[in-house]
Every structure is written in structure tokens, then in C-alpha cells.
């Protein structure tokens, strides 16, 4: 199911050691399904984000990451100046439980599903928080899945992003 891509390469800001990233083509349905989520219930409008929770066929849970806190308040990661993947609980606005992976987890619990041993697919990022690992593992998700070429298209470092412009000419 996922598709080739060299993670050798890759250097995320974080990942636990024994748990790797795997990756899914845009024609993939359940990375599609988040990316629509993301389009639909983000709150992020820089940088929004989506994941769907699924077991075999079956979508077990959804979520998309964002507040509304960034729209009224100042980000205290930006103001101090703290690098990516760090002091998200010092913000309201970036705090993990507005991070679309806890908010699926959180979906498919409420719902009353087992996600021992699921799939987690996550769009419009290309790593996932330490906070966000802790609950992945803690539900014991089986696999993570990016989108092919998220490191670059999702990456605010990598010249050639398109954060700010991830729907243009989506449907």
C-alpha cells in the first residue's frame, strides 16, 4: 500500500526510535479524504492539516488542527522565536490538542473504535510532534502514512513548498 520513498533521506525534526513513516501517492483514498477534511474543518489557514484514522476499509476517525486562538492572539513560538516541533504547549494556538492527529485519535475513541493496530493518514505535514507520536503509540497505531513528496511540499524550510497555497487548483 505505501509507496517507495528513500526515509533514509529524510531528516524529520522528530520520530521514536523503531516507529518509521511511510508514504502514499496523491491518488491514495484515505490521504485524500484528509486532505478534504483538512480543507473543510481546518482551522490553520497558513498551514492546515488533516488526518483520517482507518482500519482496513473502514474510517474510524477524522481531524483537522487548528483554533481559533492566532486569529485574536499572538503566537508565543513565533514571538520567541522557537523552532519547529518545539514549545507547542507555550501556545494556545499550536498546543497538541489542536493537532489534527489528536483530534482523529480522540474521533475514533468517541466513536467507539479499537485503533490497535490502524492506520493513521496525515495530510498537509510531513512529520509528526513528539506529542503526537506519544498518542499514536499510546493508541498503537500501526502504520503512519504521509503524502509522497510532503518533506517537500508541506516543509516551510524546503524552497520549493507550497505552504499558504496547498488548494490551489484542488478541487
Known amino acids: 500500500m505505501g509507496s517507495e520513498v528513500d526515509t533514509k533521506r529524510i531528516v524529520y525534526p522528530y520520530i521514536p526510535e523503531g516507529r518509521t513513516i511511510e508514504y502514499v501517492a496523491a491518488d491514495n483514498f484515505f490521504i485524500n479524504l484528509a486532505k478534504k477534511f483538512a480543507?473543510?474543518?481546518?482551522?490553520?489557514?497558513?498551514?492546515?492539516?488533516?488526518?483520517?484514522?482507518?482500519?482496513?476499509?473502514?474510517?474510524?476517525?477524522?481531524?483537522?488542527?487548528?483554533?481559533?486562538?492566532?486569529?485574536?492572539?499572538?503566537?508565543?513560538?513565533?514571538?520567541?522565536?522557537?523552532?519547529?516541533?518545539?514549545?507547542?504547549?507555550?501556545c494556545e494556538g499550536c498546543h497538541p490538542k489542536n493537532h489534527s492527529e489528536q483530534r482523529a485519535l480522540e474521533d475514533a475513541v468517541r466513536k467507539g473504535g479499537i485503533t490497535d493496530g490502524s492506520d493513521l493518514y496525515l495530510w498537509g505535514h510531513w512529520w509528526c510532534c513528539n506529542w503526537c507520536w506519544d498518542a499514536i503509540n499510546k493508541a498503537k497505531i500501526g502504520r503512519v502514512y504521509l503524502l509522497e513528496g510532503s518533506e517537500v511540499m508541506f516543509n516551510n524550510k524546503h524552497p520549493d513548498n507550497i505552504i499558504g497555497r496547498q488548494f490551489k487548483d484542488s478541487a
Open 39 to 90: 480543507r473543510l474543518a481546518s482551522l490553520d489557514e497558513v498551514h492546515p492539516t488533516g488526518t483520517v484514522i482507518a482500519r482496513g476499509p473502514t474510517v474510524m476517525g477524522f481531524g483537522a488542527n487548528g483554533s481559533g486562538y492566532h486569529k485574536h492572539n499572538e503566537c508565543e513560538r513565533k514571538k520567541r522565536k522557537i523552532p519547529t516541533g518545539q514549545g507547542y504547549e507555550l
